[in-house]
């Protein structure tokens, strides 16, 4: 039984990066879905800002031009 510390030794280190690296990738793909998730929100907030905008344009356009 002695003779497996070596190998177990030797595999500690690149077992160590393996799960660093699954991590570092874990959090990089959290990180990109909640940011699509806020730039998605962000653009439907802008994209009813802007069309509120543009009916109330219209209409002040269409007051200028009865007035």
Do not use: C
Request: charged content about 20%; glycine content about 8%.
């Amino acid at each position: 039984m002695s003779g497996i510390w070596p190998y177990v030794a030797a595999l500690i280190p690149s077992a160590g990066v393996g799960v660093l690296f699954w991590v570092v990738i874990k959090n990089m793909m959290e990180g990109d879905r909640k940011e699509r998730l806020a730039h998605s929100q962000w653009d439907a907030a802008h994209t009813q800002h802007d069309e509120e905008n543009s009916d109330n344009s219209t209409n002040s356009e269409a007051d200028h031009k009865n007035g």
